[in-house]
C-alpha cells in the first residue's frame, strides 16, 4: 500500500510538473512565434491547439464548449493579436505580454471563486476590446460592433455561469448589445494612449468597458441580493465613482494626438 501511494504520489508531481512546462511553453511560444514569424497565424494555432478538448466532443456539446472557454479564448488570441500589432521586433511589451500570460494560465486561468471569476471577465474585456481596438482600426466599423458584442457576452456570461441564476441568456445578449453600442459610438473617435517605445498601446474604449463591466456587475449583485429591497443607494457608490472616472478619462484624456 505504501509503494501504491509513493507510486501515485510521484505521478501526480510529475504530471504537475508536464503541466507547468507546457502551459511556460504555451505562454512563452505563442509571444515568441509571433515576434519572430512577423504574423499571428502560428500563435493563434498554438493557442487553439492548447484548447483542443473543446473540440474532442460530439456536435452537440461544440457550442456549449465553445461558449464555457470563450474568456481563455479571448485573453490568449488577444495576447497574440497584441504582439503581432505591436510590431516584429521585440519590444517591452512582448516581454510584458508572455510573463502575463504565463500568469494566466498557472495561476489566474485555475481559479473559481466569485471574485476570480469576475477578475477573469474583466482581464477578457481589457485585453479583448484593446485587441479588437487596434485590430479593426482601419476596418468597417461592423467588424468592431461584432466583437464587443461577443466579448461582452462572453465576459458576462462567464461571471454568471458561476452564479446560482438558471437561464441567464436575457442578461448575457443585454450585456453584449452594451459593449456593440457602446463600441458603435466610440469608433468614429478612437483613442489610443501610447507610452514611448515600449509598444504599450492601450485604447480608451478597453478601459471604459473594462469599468462598465465591474459596474455592471455590481448593479446585478446588488440586485440579487436585496430583491425586492434593493434601492440605489446599494450601487450609488461603484457607479458614481465608475461614472466620474470615464467622465474624467473622456474630457480630460481625449487630446487628438492620440486619435487613430
Known amino acids: 500500500m505504501a509503494d501504491y501511494i509513493l507510486a501515485r504520489k510521484s505521478r501526480n508531481i510529475a504530471s504537475n510538473m508536464v503541466h507547468i512546462f507546457l502551459n511556460l511553453l504555451l505562454g512563452i511560444g505563442s509571444v515568441?512565434?509571433?515576434?519572430?514569424?512577423?504574423?499571428?497565424?502560428?500563435?493563434?494555432?498554438?493557442?487553439?491547439?492548447?484548447?483542443?478538448?473543446?473540440?474532442?466532443?460530439?456536435s452537440r456539446y461544440l457550442w456549449l464548449n465553445i461558449k464555457s472557454n470563450l474568456v481563455d479564448l479571448i485573453v490568449g488570441i488577444s495576447v497574440v493579436l497584441l504582439t503581432y500589432y505591436a510590431g516584429p521586433e521585440f519590444l517591452p511589451v512582448d516581454f510584458?505580454?508572455?510573463?502575463?500570460?504565463?500568469?494566466?494560465?498557472?495561476?489566474?486561468?485555475?481559479?473559481?471563486?466569485?471574485?476570480?471569476?469576475?477578475?477573469q471577465s474583466l482581464i477578457a474585456v481589457f485585453l479583448g476590446m484593446s485587441a479588437a481596438t487596434i485590430m479593426t482600426a482601419s476596418l468597417n466599423s461592423a467588424v468592431l460592433i461584432l466583437l464587443a458584442f461577443l466579448i461582452g457576452y462572453a465576459a458576462s456570461r462567464h461571471v454568471l455561469s458561476q452564479s446560482n441564476d438558471k437561464d441567464f441568456t436575457?442578461?448575457?445578449?443585454v450585456c453584449g448589445l452594451v459593449f456593440a453600442e457602446i463600441a458603435w459610438l466610440s469608433y468614429t473617435w478612437s483613442?489610443?494612449?501610447?507610452?514611448?517605445?515600449?509598444?504599450?498601446?492601450?485604447?480608451?474604449?478597453?478601459?471604459?468597458?473594462?469599468?462598465?463591466?465591474?459596474?455592471y456587475n455590481y448593479t446585478r449583485q446588488a440586485m440579487i441580493k436585496y430583491q425586492d429591497d434593493f434601492r440605489f443607494k446599494h450601487i450609488i457608490g461603484p457607479v458614481i465613482f465608475g461614472a466620474v472616472l470615464i467622465a474624467v478619462i473622456v474630457i480630460g484624456f481625449s487630446n487628438p494626438i492620440f486619435n487613430i
Open 170 to 173: 436575457l442578461t448575457t445578449l
Open 191 to 215: 483613442i489610443i494612449y501610447t507610452f514611448g517605445s515600449t509598444g504599450i498601446r492601450i485604447p480608451q474604449l478597453a478601459i471604459i468597458l473594462t469599468i462598465f463591466a465591474f459596474v
Open 32 to 58: 515568441l512565434v509571433t515576434v519572430l514569424s512577423g504574423s499571428p497565424l502560428l500563435g493563434l494555432i498554438l493557442v487553439l491547439a492548447s484548447k483542443w478538448r473543446i473540440f474532442a466532443v460530439r
Open 96 to 119: 510584458i505580454l508572455m510573463a502575463f500570460y504565463c500568469i494566466w494560465l498557472l495561476f489566474i486561468k485555475p481559479l473559481s471563486s466569485e471574485a476570480a471569476t469576475l477578475a
